[in-house]
Each structure stands twice: as structure tokens, then as C-alpha cells.
């Protein structure tokens, strides 16, 4: 059973940084790929980011391409997602996912384990 535990969240003022990091553990072999993806109050979770965890191949949504960052480090079967220029509304829970090689890295149906989530409060 694959188990994602994120960290990281908190209270930053607009234009701030924010590193969130997804710890992976229990079955990482069947991980292809993992991503991020936000909820905000009374919307619908959206994708952020993901990376293929075996070359490091990227995907951004259009909203955080070129503000935010995802990697790995395999070593420590961690992925981070470094968040720079954050805006109000960025404000979210954010969730890291990990999924197998079939399936869309955008598409959160694709994914099978999830984290609990961690919250990112961007004030104005």
C-alpha cells in the first residue's frame, strides 16, 4: 500500500515562496509518476504539477507554469514542489498523488493513492 504524507503548508503573504514536499513510502516500485494537485473552498480539485519519477519529465497547468517547480529526489523518495510569486489565489489544500504508468498525469481520475493534504493560505 503506497502512503503520501505532504508538508510544508502555511500562512505566506503575496509574493512569498513555499516549498511543499510529498514523502512517498510502501510500494514506491509501482509509482510511475507523482502530482500535485489544489482544492479551494467551493471548487473543484485542479491539477498543478507532476513529474515522471524514472527521467523527470514535468507537466504544469497553464495557472503555475513558470512560478512554480516540481522534483524529485529519488534517494529519499520525496517530490517537492517549490512555489515562488505565490498570489491569493493560489489559497488551496494542497495534495500530492501517486499513479501507476497508465492514465493521464493531469487527470486526477488517473491517480490511485493520495496524502491527507496540507494547506497553503497566500494572504494579499
Known amino acids: 500500500q503506497v502512503q503520501l504524507v505532504e508538508s510544508g503548508g502555511g500562512l505566506v503573504q503575496a509574493g512569498d515562496s513555499l516549498r511543499l514536499a510529498c514523502a512517498v513510502s510502501?510500494?514506491?516500485?509501482?509509482?510511475?509518476?507523482v502530482g500535485w494537485f489544489r482544492q479551494a473552498p467551493g471548487k473543484e480539485r485542479e491539477f498543478a504539477a507532476a513529474i515522471t519519477l524514472s527521467d523527470g519529465n514535468t507537466d504544469y497547468a497553464d495557472s503555475v507554469r513558470g512560478r512554480f517547480t516540481i522534483s524529485r529526489d529519488n534517494s529519499k523518495n520525496t517530490v517537492y514542489l517549490q512555489m515562488n510569486s505565490l498570489k491569493p489565489e493560489d489559497t488551496a489544500v494542497y495534495y500530492c498523488?501517486?499513479?501507476?504508468?497508465?492514465?493521464?498525469?493531469?487527470?486526477?481520475?488517473?491517480?490511485?493513492?493520495w496524502g491527507q493534504g496540507t494547506q497553503v493560505t497566500v494572504s494579499a
Open positions: 498523488a501517486a499513479k501507476g504508468p497508465f492514465g493521464t498525469r493531469s487527470y486526477p481520475a488517473a491517480y490511485r493513492y
Open positions: 510502501g510500494g514506491t516500485f509501482i509509482v510511475s509518476a
